[in-house]
């Protein structure tokens, strides 16, 4: 009995595997993230936080902690003028493929549907300690066609929406 289950579940797996001869469902090409426009005062407002963090932190003589706001200064300025790169996304029979990196839907657990700031598929990943697998859709991709192609392989989680981090990045104009 135990052995018929487990032959069951191996057999699913393997049907649910990505082919590389087969063509795929939906492909399209998409933006990383959103742009925002950063003009001067996105900067000035980080440089007057960073420079009140800094004056507390000479104050209650934490050295660390100085540092630690200047490497963060460094890597919010740099990370603010980055441009986003362009990711190749297919939907196939046996899973997704984002920019070369195939995921089987036997090793996705869900998916949902992010609306902002620009239109996205989010999946859980089927083990116990991952972050979820972001794939944008593009311009010309109909969301509503792409969810119902994955609502036959995948439960939806309809409840779940973009994450605190999500939220921050986007306040933060990321």
């Known amino acids: 009995m135990a052995e018929e289950k487990a032959d069951k579940a191996e057999d699913s797996k393997e049907k649910r595997k ?4 087969e063509s795929p469902v939906f ?3 998409a933006q990383e993230f959103s742009v925002y426009q950063k003009g001067g005062s996105w ?8 420079l009140a963090l800094i004056g507390t932190f000479y104050f209650i003589k934490n050295w ?10 460094a890597a919010l300025i740099s990370q603010g003028g980055a441009k986003p790169k362009t990711v190749k996304c297919a939907i196939f029979d046996g899973g997704v493929v984002i920019n070369n990196k195939p995921y089987n839907f036997g090793e996705l657990k869900a998916f949902w549907l992010l609306a902002s700031p620009h239109l996205m598929v989010r999946f859980e990943k089927a083990s116990r ?4 697998v972001t794939m944008p859709l593009g311009e010309r991709t109909d969301p509503e066609q792409v969810r119902l192609f994955l609502l036959k392989r995948l439960p939806e989680h309809e409840d779940r929406g973009e994450d605190v981090s ?8 990321f």
């Open 18 to 21: 990505i082919d590389p001869s």
């Open 27 to 29: 492909v399209w090409d």
């Open 43 to 50: 900067t000035l407002i980080i440089i007057v936080v960073a």
């Open 64 to 73: 660390t902690g100085i540092v630690l706001v200047v490497a963060a200064v």
């Open 129 to 132: 300690f991952s972050v979820p």
């Open 166 to 173: 999500d939220r921050i990045s986007r306040w933060m104009r």
